[in-house]
């Protein structure tokens, strides 16, 4: 009798472990996710978007973003420290994009061009600093390829944008999961942050 107990607990092991990978549904109740830099992180669909919290770790740093498809930021909140410094406060920057953002396809690419808004809250004797402008944008979806991550195999498109207006240029690197249906950012110019795990929560 013991023996066909313990077949059908092994029969049952993989089914287990299946279970534990995300899918389509998952981001509607939220995924948790680590990165390089020790900081976790969860993501979760609000307001016809995904909203990204990349710090939920105890302390002061603030990186909130509200997203489309996890790649394009409409609004994002940030306060770059552990520790609260005197007169220091978020940052609140808004994005808004000249056309529909698409969904990343493979060996697709988009332009765009960006109305900027940011405000800074600090200690100047208006109590805040803030500006306006554009900035150009091209995102590039790269090949897709298989990642494992957290024990489970998913299909990623890596997903570029260059970012320009006439004072300077930045680039950023995000893993879009196509069949979850969202993405992460993974670089920030030449600073890596690559994901760790990823898992329902």
């Known amino acids: 009798m ?5 077949l059908a607990g092994l029969a049952l092991t993989p089914l287990a472990a299946a279970a534990e990978c995300l899918n389509a549904d998952s981001i509607r109740k939220g995924v948790v ?8 992180g969860r993501a979760v669909a609000r307001d016809g978007g995904i ?13 909130e ?3 489309l498809f996890g790649i394009y930021e409409l609004t994002t909140t940030e306060y770059a ?3 609260q410094l005197i007169g220091d406060g978020d940052t609140v920057q808004t994005w808004k994009f000249r056309g529909k953002p698409p969904v990343p396809e493979a060996g697709g690419a988009w332009r765009s061009r960006i109305s900027a808004y940011t405000i800074s809250y ?3 004797e208006v109590g805040y600093q803030d500006w306006k402008g554009r900035l150009e944008v091209a ?10 991550i957290s024990g489970c195999q998913y299909t990623v498109i890596p997903v570029e944008a260059t970012f320009t207006n006439d004072d300077h240029g930045f680039t950023r690197r995000w893993l879009y999961f196509r069949d979850l249906g969202f993405g992460l950012e993974t670089r ?14």
Do not use: C, M, W
């Open 188 to 201: 920030r110019n030449d600073d890596g942050n690559a994901l760790k795990s990823l898992t329902a929560g």
């Open 2 to 6: 013991l023996k066909p107990l313990l």
């Open 65 to 67: 973003r509200q997203t």
């Open 51 to 63: 909203f990204i919290d990349y710090s939920t770790n105890p302390g002061t740093f603030t990186d």
């Open 122 to 124: 600090n200690s100047s």
């Open 33 to 40: 996710f680590k990165r390089d830099d020790g900081r976790s």
């Open 81 to 83: 420290s552990d520790e």
């Open 139 to 148: 995102f590039a979806f790269l090949p897709a390829k298989t990642v494992r």
